[in-house]
């Protein structure tokens, strides 16, 4: 069949970034040995001059992810939801 079927495509964050909006988010869905975190940081302070804000999901944490999309998703800034279990 070949390696196009085998091996994942490299994920351009800045490619990616431009088909999202606030109503059609990027997901990634991680495997054992990937973490696009770095990758989102520099990209947050390079590309856009601000700083990536992070809330790892649990119990209880409902309401301070609500209030950090209200706060964000208004002035662009890009949020990252950690552990989201599908």
Known sequence: MGRHFVEPPIFKI???Y???TKETPIMFIVTPGSDP???LK???EKKMGKDLKI???GQGQAKQAQSMYNKYSEDGTLL???NIHL
Request: no cysteine.
């Open 14 to 16: 800045d490619e990616g």
């Open 18 to 20: 431009i088909t999202s």
């Open 37 to 39: 975190l770095s990758d």
């Open 42 to 44: 520099r990209f947050s």
């Open 55 to 57: 809330l790892s999901l």
């Open 80 to 82: 990252l939801y950690q």
